[in-house]
């Protein structure tokens, strides 16, 4: 019977959509009343409808199982240890150490978690071939899923420098490679490219070309590629962001044939994240994350409310992943497949986005490819030349932050250029243009301590 409820309704086609939404406009003009053009140069349209699509894109029929990370930086081990168990009990999925002593003891670190269970990734700020093989034979001998964060290309990108050169880099990369056969060992750090004010067209192209450097620079990968995400305010937009990528990566790694696919850890942006209005960063962290979910993450380590201007705390950690387990247990948004599915204006959005990614990404191999882009500064200065942009739009009202430049608490101490991050020109070195709130934080800290003492 409910497979004949419309029957007795004419279809509606996109054409008669059209005429009754110009009637209803009384004369306004169609194009500069209802459609908008985003920073990627996409025209967003008032409605989206079946007749335009004839061959809706492919996606896998997977439920949307997304792990649930805690980040944990590692400075006293034993701290570290017991955090971690802690965590763990309180609905944490996956740990994500950051290591930045190769001589820590790794194997100390993790010799009481449940690791058949429990995914770990490792976030290191060396490259070491000794400390990977020791991850390695942990994983062969506990049969665990470990995710080594490996990235020389990304850290070229951020600080301007190699770990030592950019054959040395790849050569250890490469014996990482065929030594090291029960680790994921390579990633791609993308939120680098979204927090430093990259549009999504350019994330996504970078990304592909920062995966396009390895492909061609080592003789083989046969584990998947993790692409580390950064999740924007923009709902939708970030939703197609990640299925465009997936889409994006197999076309690639098909040239390559590898088949082994990309695993997409999932992270909030820190761009629109406020100092003075704190409590809305739990708003804006939400619904991020509920765009890499929708957008079809395998993991999502969310962002704490406070972390722009607090060292990591239990508090704010488990606000974070308290976060994330009501969407995963309460709001069931592990139980669906490919929750977009059916959303004409997401598949259009991820169509579009691709198409105009693919077509940057060809001009960038064309132009000698990301490593060479980076060293001559043209990379930079795209991304920074985009980040100005957007800071415009943000102190023109065009683009809105709620409770921030949209019904702001009148009492609290804020001004725009606080809101999106101001960056740093590139240096001779060419770095890629990075976040700097320090002397800002170092002002509030000081107001309070002002006002403070004014109290007594």
Known sequence: MADHLFDDFNPVSSKQWKQQIQYELKGADYNETLIWESPEGIKVKPFYHIDEFENPLSFSEKETAFKIVQNIFVHDLDKSIGRALETLSRGAESIRFTIEDENLDIAKLLEKLPLETTTVYFHLSFLSIDFVKKIDTIAKNRKANFFVQLDPVGKLAKEGNWHTNLDPDLDLLNTISISCQNINFLNIDGSLY??????????????????????????????????????????????????????????????????????????????????????????????????????????????????????????????????????????????????????????ALTEQLAEKALALFKDIEANGGLITQLIEGTIQRKIQESAEKEQDLFDSGKEILLGTNKYPNKNDRMSHDLELFPFVKSKPRKTLVTPIIEKRLAEKMEQERLESEKEK
């Open 194 to 347: 979204q927090n430093a004010g990259a549009n999504i067209v350019q994330q996504l192209a970078y990304m592909l070309a920062h995966a396009n450097e390895y492909f061609n620079r080592m003789a083989t990968i046969s584990r998947p590629i993790t692409f580390q995400v950064a999740v924007g305010t923009n709902y939708f937009f970030e939703i197609a962001k990640l299925r465009a990528l997936r889409l994006l990566f197999d076309l690639l790694a098909k040239e390559y044939d590898h088949n082994s696919g990309c695993h997409i850890l999932a992270i909030p942006t820190k761009r629109n994240k406020t100092l003075y209005d704190y409590n809305v960063n739990m708003l804006r962290t939400t619904t991020e994350c509920m765009s890499a979910i929708l957008g079809g993450a395998d993991a999502v380590s969310n962002l704490a409310y406070d972390a722009l201007y607090h060292k990591d705390n239990e508090f704010g950690d488990r606000i974070s992943r308290n976060q994330l387990l009501v969407l995963k247990h309460e709001s069931y948004f592990d139980k669906v497949k490919n929750p977009a599915d059916g959303s004409y204006y997401i598949e």
